[in-house]
């Protein structure tokens, strides 16, 4: 109803009518389905009705419409609804107009309006005291680390009365002197947006957003190197465990901010359980803080059971504040400040903090790890869910547990609730303390009373110890990967060899350091090396098994994949090994001997070492029924052919163990190899010169010829006619089967095809799950380039034989040993330098070794090309065609394409098998093509991408 001059009017209900039987529906729902529409369809939609007219009209809808299909340099064109469609007609190059609103009465929705009344709403009205949270000045090392450091936030004034950034970073300042930079948009978008200053300040000023774009920059210091010079670490925070990774390696941990009024940060813990600090120059920032564990309400905790990944479902910072924080009675409310231009606050390891700009604002902020939080963050890193969740959650986490048993259950055992089936973990706070019962109310949400049991030893109880950190699915959400991870507890060992007690901690933490060493002193005092020193207790970060530098000796405990995976690479890589000294092959000189190899097992809490040559299976093996009834009573049961099958039906059948699970996993495989001189490519990659690098990779080039020419093993009583069967493929009519593996190539490219048939069916789903930074316009095309059939390929291996295949000569495989260092005058122009000056002399580096070959395989030798271009020449054109002019092999029969046809002839491309073998692959390999070449993130085929990064193959077809 409605009044007009004094009379009362009664104004129709048009949302029954207008929206037909979508009226049933809520009107967030509405709005959700809507979201999901390009924004051609839902300019289309707003014609329906009048109804779906207001619905399809809204600039939040079309904000999130905009940010799904923007990528790139964003530039606001007034409105989101101009922006989008704008942005649409580039894409789908066509033409429209945002003509003039039309305005119905009859309509009302309290959604809409909340919504509206978001994006409208000014703070200058809302009264802001001082807060609670401590302020401090002039605070001293002592009393921070004694009242502050992992206990409770401070904000902390004078701390940045001396940097430049006091004067400098000022709005109008800033867009005179970065106006043209392009800053990272931290938004609702999987894409990477950025806008220049200049336009995003402009932006800012004419802006009505419910949850405006916000700057959140963590590469600042590389697009505008200046704003680094403007501001200086607080004392306080100097200590950070990262500095010991290079800048390409830590995880982001310093971010420029710069927001209007109504913008901010939701609630969230930050990653990792690092502590940070956060300073502002210019504005005024509302913060809300609660102690770890105590979920904000109307906040939710996602926690993956398969890999542990940790998501937030959390309101608006300024919704929160408009419709959940006047509910809390006071003793729910959080810790609250307003900070002041120059104030910087410190959030310690694991506090939940929400963030609301009242005014434009620009800050700077920096996350760091010291040696109060270090073993939070190693105990997030580590494998497993149910920690995460009480991290974050705390109580809450603790399903189908009674509150007041939990310190009793945990501190006996908590391994009961872990047995509850479910996938994924939502923790609500949505009334959660009040639905508890008794005393523990009050524990629960009182923010001044600490959880005394969220400390270290409470929380690691949660550790699930059947979970293997090599084995476990690593945590998307975690800061670091899993190899990172290893690597950065192997240099803080040996660079801060004064905190080792606390690093060793950690590293029990996230690496169960503690089993492994166990493993590595009995395996030690068994074949008599020296046992481990000092330096020695913690695996290098490299590789995807614990592996070990005791003296002169390397030790790798096979883990990856299970018993039965890491029995067919040991088994494969003796194999290997006796076979490059029987042929005397000259690739013998660079594979490091074999000095020892066998198993450890766990039994009855004792360890017991069992040695194994790769030939009779010894019983506590043969007690695990891994052996196949085809290939039992052969001279070797394992091997390269059983690898084969047991990789061919890994992607389909997972690696499993048919005997006894839990005995299975007790034993490790293991090899002792002589370690090598020098250095791995990727500790001296940056200071090799040109020269040295062209030298590196002729070797490379050399050792692949020797690899490649090597012939496939002959094993009696293990034909084709086995293999077929183990595979399930059809017996073949050739009668040449009943000879060895090696008499029918043709048969082993059949089963390397077939291979990656299998692999072909679902490749949308893979490349889909990898996501970022795979465009997905491309993923749409990826059916369309493969061949129809993988087998189509077979007729260019026609008389080829398969080749051995490393599958792994990575940068953390590949030694350079350092040579006697040469007078400079004499000599610059005779031999290859890296440029390291040392009293006049230079040091040369000697391409020595590969390890590691324990992922052999057998299939077309492009294979070994695509990790040696990718991961260690970084697509350098240049490196690539120095290693195949020292290769000199041929990729496929010259005869072959005299027989191809038309639609065949792309399949003679050793670009193209090279890029199908890419897309088809295991691991994420365009993942590392598009992170390579940033700009083919913009192709619009596949074959923009294959000639640009494999097109030199094809300059190397025929050498012989």
Not at 802 to 814: E, G, K, L
Request: charged share 25%; with cysteine; proline share 6%.
């Amino acid at each position: 109803m409605e009044i007009d001059g004094g009379k009362l009017m009664v104004v129709n209900d048009r949302r029954p009518e207008a929206l037909g039987n979508l009226r049933v529906l809520p009107d967030e729902i509405l709005c959700d389905i809507i979201s999901l529409l390009s924004p051609r369809d839902v300019a289309q939609l707003a014609c329906v009705s009048s109804v779906m007219y207001i619905f399809c009209n809204e600039e939040p809808l079309w904000m999130s419409l905009c940010l799904r299909i923007a990528s790139g340099l964003l530039e606001y064109k007034g409105s989101w609804k101009k922006t989008a469609l704008q942005l649409d007609n580039k894409i789908q190059g066509n033409e429209a107009t945002v003509k003039k609103p039309l305005h119905f009465d009859g309509f009302y929705s309290l959604f809409l309006y909340r919504r509206l009344y978001r994006c409208y709403t000014s703070l200058d009205g809302f009264s802001m005291d001082n807060g609670n949270v401590e302020r401090e000045i002039n605070l001293s090392m002592e009393d921070f680390h004694r009242n502050y450091d992992g206990k409770k936030p401070v904000l902390l004034t004078g701390v940045a009365d001396s940097w430049p950034a006091r004067k400098k970073w000022t709005l109008d300042q800033l867009v005179r002197d970065y106006g043209d930079t392009p800053f990272k948009i931290s938004q609702r978008s999987s894409r990477k947006i950025k806008m220049k200053f200049k336009d995003y300040v402009s932006y800012m000023k004419i802006q009505h957003d419910e949850d405006p774009l916000y700057i959140f920059d963590e590469k600042f210091g590389e697009v505008a190197p200046g704003l680094l010079k403007d501001y200086t670490v607080p004392h306080l925070f100097e200590e950070d465990f990262f500095d010991v990774l290079n800048r390409d390696q830590r995880p982001p941990y310093r971010w420029f901010i710069t927001g209007p009024e109504r913008s901010g940060a939701s609630w969230h813990v930050d990653p990792g359980l690092t502590s940070a600090w956060n300073t502002l120059l210019c504005g005024r920032k509302r913060w809300a803080l609660y102690p770890p564990g105590k979920v904000p309400i109307g906040v939710t905790v996602h926690v993956n059971e398969e890999d542990g990944d940790v998501n937030i479902e959390t309101p608006s910072s300024l919704q929160w504040w408009l419709d959940f924080y006047p509910l809390l009675p006071d003793e729910d409310k959080p810790l609250e400040c307003t900070q002041l231009p120059g104030e910087t606050i410190f959030v310690p390891s694991g506090w939940w903090h929400c963030v609301l700009n009242l005014e434009p604002s620009v800050a700077v902020t920096q996350n760091f790890v010291n040696s109060t939080n270090f073993e939070y963050v190693c105990l997030d890193m580590a494998p497993g869910y149910r920690h995460k969740g009480v991290c974050r959650a705390g109580f809450l986490a603790l399903d189908d547990v009674k509150l007041e048993d939990v310190v009793t259950t945990c501190a006996i055992s908590c391994t009961s609730p872990r047995d509850i089936p479910r996938k994924d973990t939502r923790r609500r706070a949505d009334n959660a303390c009040h639905e508890s019962s008794g005393n523990h109310v009050a524990n629960c949400c009182d923010v001044f009373n600490h959880d005394p049991h969220y400390n270290i030893s409470f929380l690691s109880k949660f550790l699930d110890e059947h979970r293997d950190h090599y084995n476990s699915m690593w945590s998307s959400s975690n800061c670091i990967g899993q190899r990172e991870m290893r690597d950065w507890l192997w240099k803080l060992w040996i660079e801060k060899p004064g905190m080792r007690d606390l690093i060793w901690k950690g590293a029990c933490l996230a690496v169960d350091a503690g089993k492994w060493l166990e493993c590595i002193d009995q395996i030690c005092r068994y074949h008599k090396f020296s046992s481990p020193k000092d330096d020695e207790k913690l695996p290098v970060g490299t590789g995807s098994n614990p592996v070990y530098l005791i003296g002169d000796a390397v030790i790798k405990i096979y883990v990856e994949g299970g018993l039965e995976c890491s029995l067919h690479s040991l088994a494969t890589e003796l194999h290997f090994y006796n076979l490059l000294c029987q042929l005397n092959s000259p690739l013998k000189k660079h594979v490091p001997d074999v000095l020892a190899s066998g198993f450890i097992f766990l039994d009855n809490g004792s360890y017991t070492v069992v040695p194994w040559d790769g030939k009779v299976v010894p019983d506590v093996i043969a007690n695990c029924n891994l052996m196949s009834e085809n290939s039992k009573g052969d001279d070797i049961s394992f091997g390269l052919w059983s690898k084969i099958i047991f990789d061919y039906k890994k992607p389909e059948f997972p690696a499993s163990v048919t005997g006894n699970p839990s005995e299975s996993k007790k034993i490790w495989p293991y090899i002792v190899t002589k370690r090598c001189k020098g250095k791995i490519f990727a500790e001296i990659r940056d200071s090799l010169s040109l020269e040295n690098a062209l030298d590196f990779a002729s070797f490379l080039g050399e050792q692949l010829h020797n690899l490649h020419v090597l012939p496939l093993p002959q094993i009696a009583n293990f034909t084709l006619a086995n293999m077929r069967k183990e595979l399930g493929l059809a017996p073949s009519n050739n009668l040449m089967e009943i000879d060895s593996l090696d008499s029918d190539g043709d048969a082993m490219w059949e089963i390397f095809l077939h291979s990656l048939d299998r692999r072909k069916k679902d490749v949308v789903s893979h490349l889909t799950k990898w996501g970022d930074p795979i465009p997905s316009s491309l993923i749409d095309k990826v059916i369309e380039y493969l061949p129809d059939d993988m087998k189509n390929l077979s007729s260019i291996f026609e008389g080829v034989p398969c080749s051995w295949i490393h599958s792994d000569i990575m940068d953390d495989n590949v030694y350079l040993e350092p040579q006697n260092s040469i007078d400079h005058d004499d000599h610059s122009d005779k031999v290859f330098v890296n440029g390291n000056l040392k009293n006049g002399e230079v040091q040369v580096w000697k391409s020595s070794h590969i390890l590691d070959f324990s992922d052999l395989s057998i299939g077309d030798p492009i294979l070994d090309v695509i990790p040696i271009h990718l991961d260690i020449f970084k697509g350098s054109k240049r490196l690539l065609k120095q290693l195949l002019s020292t290769y000199n092999r041929p990729f496929l029969n010259r005869n072959s394409q005299n027989n191809s046809t038309d639609n065949g002839v792309k399949f003679h491309r050793p670009s193209y098998r090279a890029m199908c073998y890419c897309i088809l692959h295991e691991e994420n390999v365009l993942g590392a093509i598009f992170s390579t070449w940033d700009e083919l993130k913009d192709a619009n085929s596949w074959e923009e991408i294959e000639e640009t990064v494999w097109g030199v193959l094809n300059e190397f077809v025929y050498l012989l």
